[in-house]
């Protein structure tokens, strides 16, 4: 029976620029900043010890279009060792390294092959004499919105067909840029045995049920606190008969967020106690940790163990010393969650909760933030908010008010 094993791996985003870190201690935000790097060798690692057949990488592998020289040496010095074990790589480049980017070209090994801005199918003979037919193509530049799912044709023989698509199924996530849309009905009709995709950080599985296996397998390393949970890449083994996959993770630094319950806690030593002992919950031993933390039910705090939450002093205090461990968990916030504690006036909350909804419509979001996004200088660094990020921001604004009503009741 023919079975081929591979790895599917997508948005390694290498040298990812981590905005918005600087203020970490130096260990931390070094550790940080060679977080993609660090995944992509676990990938590389894993693929030479199970011995795949080949690797798929189905764009973005760099973060951006100028393709730095440290990421392409680095990647280039990954390409040897899996030349080295025999093992081809298949490539094509998304709207973050499109083929239209300035860069300076390392070129790579022979066993490297990269996908042109045309749908093209590359061919390639495994070492047991099967012919896998592999199809894809990279994004000539950073906004394709039309459709190319229509330009992928299966060609014969061959004993696989498998499809790359660095793409957005409709309907999906509202995060992510609407480039190279198709729907799952789309992408069965082409008959492939299995489809690579890329561009969504999220790991999903369109299609399980049966032949053929959709798969985004999300990005290799948490790049901000919206990328939370587990990172990695998938193993793929697949037959005519069957498709088997296995999830291997590779995030150096997880991002995550825990709540803490203080209900039975009085003191600001408890208080202190509890975090950290959650906190060791968190820890891992191979991994470094980024947590946002929330402390609910305060209603039994002493008012000065609120204060220090507040002016600072509890997040100071979990912090402490942990820029020092190799398995580090870093306490990014900690925040009261006091909403649902406090009697309020109906009149003021109806106001708010107008104001709120106001904000929710676009035109009067825009216009609370155009002193922001029309200054020159602050412009430069920011981006076009996600309607996930509005929802957050609105949140937090809200919470912020519940804050200062309960600090003046």
């Known amino acids: 029976m023919s079975q081929l094993q591979f790895i599917h791996t997508a948005d390694l985003h290498l040298d990812s620029p981590f905005i918005g870190l600087q203020y970490l201690p130096k260990t931390i935000l070094n550790r940080i900043q060679e977080s993609t790097f660090a995944s992509f060798i676990k990938i590389v690692d894993n693929a030479i010890s199970l011995k795949v ?62 996908f042109s801005s045309s749908v093209e199918m590359k061919s390639f003979i495994t070492k047991k004499g099967q012919r896998v037919h592999i199809y894809g193509f990279s994004y000539p530049e950073r906004h394709v919105t039309e459709k190319r799912i229509n330009e992928y044709k299966k060609i014969d023989p061959a004993d696989f067909h498998i499809g790359m698509l660095h793409g957005n199924v409709d309907g999906g996530s509202s995060d992510h840029q609407p480039y190279a849309p198709f729907t799952i009905s789309e992408l069965l009709e082409k008959k492939m045995d299995y489809w690579a995709l890329g561009h969504i950080h999220k790991q999903q599985f369109l299609h399980q049920d049966h032949h053929p296996y959709i798969v985004y397998p999300g990005n ?49 030593s408890d208080l202190y106690l509890l975090c950290r002992k959650e906190m060791n919950h968190q820890r891992s031993s191979s991994q470094g940790v980024l947590l946002e933390m929330t402390i609910k039910n305060i209603e039994m705090l002493e008012r000065e163990a609120i204060e220090k939450i507040k002016n600072g002093e509890l997040l100071e205090a979990l912090q402490d010393g942990e820029e020092y461990e190799e398995s580090f968990v870093w306490t990014i916030s900690v925040n009261c969650q006091i909403k649902d504690q406090l009697v309020i006036e109906p009149t003021f909350k109806k106001e708010l909760e107008q104001t709120l909804a106001e904000l929710t419509q676009e035109e009067s979001f825009e216009k609370a933030l155009e002193d922001l996004y029309g200054n020159p200088f602050s412009s430069r660094y920011l981006e076009k908010m996600t309607e996930h990020e509005k929802k957050n921001l609105l949140q937090e604004a809200e919470q912020l008010v519940f804050e200062l009503v309960h600090s003046n009741s």
């Open 53 to 114: 057949d080949f690797v798929l990488i189905a764009g973005d592998l760099y973060d951006g279009e100028d393709r730095s020289i440290k990421a392409q040496a680095r990647l280039r010095k990954q390409m040897i060792r899996l030349e080295q074990a025999g093992i081809e790589v298949f490539i094509l480049h998304g709207n973050h390294d499109h083929l239209g980017g300035n860069w300076t070209t390392i070129d790579m090994p022979s066993n490297v092959h990269v």
């Open 220 to 268: 290799i390393q948490g790049r901000n606190r919206k990328e939370k949970g587990s990172k990695g890449c998938i193993v793929v083994n697949l037959s005519s008969h069957e498709t088997n996959l296995s999830h291997i993770e590779t995030a150096d630094i997880l991002w995550s967020d825990i709540s803490i319950d203080a209900a039975k806690i009085r003191t600001f």
